[in-house]
């Protein structure tokens, strides 16, 4: 006898039901295991951004530190020749980096900064006169070398090195006296800037190669007939030549650079030093018109490897600043102490590049192009340079540093 329409119908709904049942469960398994899987990843972005977190506030507790151990008159960080000193202010820079700020003062005429006196310390009267002056001299102190705490270790000064490498020698070192190297017995600079103008207790400098933050110990002016030596002598490797190894071969601007840097005035625009994103595209010419980089970075391309392609998967994910305070010559960062991490992700996207320029060859390889940054008016700028020594300014956009 043959089952009934109905018996057959409800056979179906029933396995129909089952089914649905079966999957419904696997896909909740599912989900359960990737909202798991999604927790973890979130809990180790908590501890890594955590991690990062304590790493600057040390940084920042040990600057500290040693910033008022200066002024300290404890016998035993400061001993008995010690002459303490209080800044009599900080300077407002447009270069909030080491990297990319000048090596000498004047080399770059647009360079901004601003001194403004310490409130409840020197009286804004203290510059009256002063813009009667076309110069004035600055002593202040090198802050962010990163051997200032081993300078005030018993014995002083143990840890210094007597020699440096002078970037115009190729390698060559010279005695840390006869240079203006920022690592000296004692971190303390001497600069000459371009009175521009003063307002109550705040100095308007030009031509300045001062980084953001600096502080200032003293404000001199210049006087010309003392100042100015005629005569005087230098070694040659000093003197300004034609052929100077650090002189650039040109600077050009891609269109998306400039659309980038006019979005990025937009919100950097009103804390600059600067009236418009003209002027800061003047200034990023005048900076990287010089090779900023270090003797090891122009002997052998290194840090901070980010092709065309890198940079725009690093933007999509917020990683432009990974890699940056290693591409400054003074850092002391070695890249194999780098996150493995943050070596992989490297690798991994420089490998990605490869392909990608192998593809479509829009673009040279990480090999070939290695991608530098500067940061100017908190605006993160990136470039390249061949080997012809022109310079590409490629993108910008605003520096979370």
């Not at 300045?208 to 100042?227: C, F, R, W």
């Not at 994103?277 to 290194?302: G, N, T, W, Y």
């Not at 994910?317 to 992989?344: F, R």
């Not at 290695?370 to 520096?399: F, K, M, P, Q, W």
């Amino acid at each position: 006898m043959r089952p009934s329409w109905s018996v057959l119908s409800l056979a179906v709904a029933v396995t129909a039901a089952v089914a649905a049942a079966f999957a419904g469960r696997q896909w909740r398994n599912k989900c359960k295991q990737l909202e798991k899987k999604l927790m973890e990843l979130e809990s180790d972005l908590e501890v890594a951004s955590q991690q990062r977190s304590a790493e600057r506030t040390g940084r920042i507790r040990a600057q500290r530190e040693l910033r008022n151990g200066l002024v300290s008159k404890d016998l035993n960080i400061c001993n008995a020749s010690a002459y303490p000193m209080t800044p009599i202010g900080h300077v407002r820079s447009c270069f909030s980096t080491r990297n990319g700020t000048p090596r000498q003062p004047l080399l770059v005429p647009l360079a901004r900064a601003c001194l403004t006196l310490s409130p409840g310390g020197v009286p804004p009267p203290a510059l009256e006169g002063l813009d009667q002056y076309s110069h004035c001299w600055l002593l202040y102190v090198f802050h962010e070398n990163t051997d200032l705490p081993n300078l005030w270790k018993p014995p002083v000064h143990q840890a210094l090195k007597a020699k440096v490498r002078v970037p115009r020698l190729e390698g060559k070192k010279v005695g840390v006296f006869a240079t203006r190297s920022p690592h000296r017995p004692c971190p303390i600079g001497l600069t000459v800037g371009k009175v521009e103008k003063i307002t109550g207790r705040q100095l308007l400098l030009s031509g300045v190669d001062l980084v953001d933050g600096t502080p200032v110990l003293d404000v001199k002016p210049y006087l010309p007939y003392s100042d100015s030596i005629a005569g005087a002598s230098t070694p040659a490797w000093v003197k300004a030549h034609e052929d100077d190894p650090l002189t650039l071969a040109s600077v050009t601007f891609s269109e998306q650079f400039s659309s980038d840097l006019a979005k990025c005035w937009d919100t950097m625009g009103k804390h600059s030093l600067y009236s418009s994103c003209l002027e800061v595209e003047k200034l990023v010419a005048q900076v990287l018109s010089r090779d900023i980089r270090s003797l090891s970075q122009r002997q052998r391309p290194h840090n901070a490897i980010l092709s065309t392609l890198n940079e725009r998967q690093v933007r999509e994910n917020g990683l432009l600043e990974l890699g940056m305070a290693e591409i400054h010559e003074e850092t002391n960062i070695d890249q194999k102490e780098a996150p493995e991490s943050l070596s992989d992700r490297i690798t991994n996207m420089s490998n990605l590049a490869d392909y990608h320029g192998q593809e479509s060859g829009d673009f040279m390889n990480v090999r070939d192009l290695v991608v530098y940054h500067l940061i100017l008016e908190g605006i993160n700028i990136a470039y390249t340079i061949d080997d012809e020594g022109r310079v590409l300014i490629r993108s910008a956009i605003v520096s979370n540093q």
